[in-house]
């Protein structure tokens, strides 16, 4: 169409679109065939059909070649490197211009080509030089290919198909699914092309990103959202881990701790979107400040524990797994009736019988201590 788009406008210019009309009366024998030998070929109405006729014939020539060259652009790897929104223009100006080219030679055939196929086929025209130029940036890249960007956009490929694969059949079917799909698609033949630019790899990436997110609503995880997940975890562990015995059979232990394996479940996988993980942090972080809570009151439930029992004998100290304490000599440990100790609040915790920790895994059955609380 080079030689013709900037012939045809709205204005029409006589001198150039009578040229056009000249040369294209030899390119459109079929509609020429169809004018009748008996019609008034000098009125104005009829002339207009000649010419219209003519044009639009001249006009499917050029754009059949135009679509031609796009169509084998499209199909070299200079595709693959244009971004996804690129590859729609291109594709959509391939395939309107299909569309014109068959409305026109159906009209051709019939002797109905109007005006108005001549817009259509000219605005097709437009559209497949656009498509064209967009090729023209890919033969001189505005950033150079690094293996970081080859890297990162493996990786994320690979987060995003597993993302795409946990979507459900509708969703995969829907209009943004299949523009996932097909991103994913671009995205696999730039990654086996080995040539990939910063730019290029973090078009299509934020591309499949847009089309999961119109999907499911949400953004997948972002290196800083999993490092402000990890940084909770890390915190919460720290917690986890000095809870002093006595503490650990509380729902706020258990809390806890399922919230800490969850989170690393989320950070592990890739596919978990941006505002879950987000929750996973305001979670982990208010089960570790009710954790701190509770340890910093246990302080109140504190005392002294005096064993009632026979001066003579003594009530044995139990492990929170039930075994017996022993002493550094290998005799059973025990506390004599009489003697006061220093001891925290009772909790359930063997078999389920009522329990005083005397610090560490060091444990006795308070139905044989007198308790009085710390003032």
């Known amino acids: 169409m080079k ?46 059909a000649v010419s219209d006729a003519a044009t639009a014939s001249a006009l499917v020539a ?5 679509a031609n060259n796009l169509q084998t652009l499209k ?3 200079a595709f693959s490197k244009l971004s996804y929104v690129d590859q729609l223009t291109v594709s959509s100006a391939y395939s309107n211009a299909q569309t014109q080219i068959n409305l026109a030679k159906a009209q051709l055939a019939a002797g109905t080509a109007s005006s108005g196929i001549v817009s259509s086929l000219t605005q097709a025209d437009q559209l497949v030089q656009t498509a064209l130029a967009k090729f023209s ?5 505005t950033t150079n290919s690094t293996a970081s960007a080859l890297t990162t956009l493996r990786t994320q490929l690979t987060n995003f198909t597993n993302a795409y694969y946990k979507l459900t059949y509708a969703q995969q079917n829907s209009t943004n699914g299949k523009y996932l799909l097909s991103a994913l698609q671009t995205a696999t033949g730039m990654v086996n092309s080995g040539s990939v630019s910063e730019m290029q790899a ?49 729902d706020q232990y258990q809390r806890l701790g399922d919230l800490i394996d969850a989170t690393a479940d989320q950070i592990n996988n890739k596919t978990t979107p941006a505002v879950e993980l987000a929750t996973d942090v305001v979670n982990l972080n208010a089960a570790t400040a009710a954790m701190k809570d509770l340890v910093k009151a246990s302080v109140v439930y504190s ?22 304490v022993k002493n550094s ?47």
């Open 3 to 48: 030689s013709y788009k900037h012939q045809i406008n709205s204005k029409h210019n006589g001198i150039r679109l009578a040229a056009v009309v000249s040369s294209a009366i030899m390119l459109a024998p079929v509609a020429m065939g169809t004018v009748s030998t008996f019609a008034d070929t000098t009125s104005p109405i009829n002339t207009q």
């Open 62 to 66: 050029a754009l059949y070649s135009d």
């Open 75 to 77: 199909s070299s790897t």
């Open 137 to 141: 940036t890919t033969s001189t890249p």
């Open 202 to 250: 973090s078009s299509i990436i934020n591309n499949m990103n847009d089309y999961l997110k119109a999907i499911t609503g949400a953004n997948l995880a972002t290196t800083s959202n999993q490092q402000a997940a990890i940084d909770a975890s890390n915190a919460a562990k720290k917690e986890y881990s000095t809870v002093p015995i006595f503490l650990q059979d509380s």
């Open 303 to 324: 005392g002294v524990g005096t064993i009632r029992y026979p001066k003579n004998y003594g009530i044995q100290v139990w492990t929170i797994g039930g075994k017996m």
């Open 329 to 375: 000599n290998g005799t059973a440990k025990k506390l004599k009736g009489g003697t006061k100790w220093k001891v925290f609040g009772p909790i359930l915790n063997i078999n389920g019988s009522k329990m005083y920790n005397l610090g560490g895994d060091q444990f006795i059955d308070a139905n044989y201590v007198s308790f009085a609380a710390k003032k």
